[in-house]
């Protein structure tokens, strides 16, 4: 049974920062590409970015503000936010896939339940 589990959420003032953690088990996590993604109110689930095999791809244009790592001996993916504004209030996501990475949420297989972000102006 896989699950995949998102933690670090919160409230953050604008220009603060979290780092975000998703842990994956069931699968075999370096085989796997994963992804973050955001949802907020009224908006489709965006892609973020996301890692595979050593690689890293951004989906945003806040690039130069979040940064994905990827520990493969502990089944985790991490998101660091930094310069958080508040049109970055969301649901985020964390997602993972046999294969290559895609900004496509509808190719991704596992996904866990959310950890919400609210940035306050």
């Known amino acids: 049974q896989v699950q995949v589990v998102e933690s670090g959420g919160g409230l953050v003032q604008a220009g603060g920062s979290l780092s975000l953690s998703c842990t994956a088990s069931?699968?075999?996590?370096?085989?796997?590409?994963v992804g973050w993604f955001r949802q907020a109110p009224g908006k489709e689930r965006e892609g973020i970015s996301c890692s595979r095999a050593g690689s890293s791809i951004y989906y945003l244009d806040s690039v130069s503000r979040f940064t994905i790592s990827r520990d493969n001996a502990r089944n985790s993916v991490y998101l660091q936010m930094n310069s958080l504004k508040p049109e970055d209030t969301a649901m985020y996501y964390c997602?993972?896939?046999?294969?290559?990475?895609?900004?496509?949420?509808?190719?991704?297989?596992?996904w866990g339940q959310g950890t919400q972000v609210n940035v306050s102006s």
């Open positions: 069931g699968l075999t996590f370096d085989r796997h590409a």
């Open positions: 997602a993972a896939r046999p294969g290559l990475c895609t900004s496509q949420t509808g190719a991704y297989v596992y």
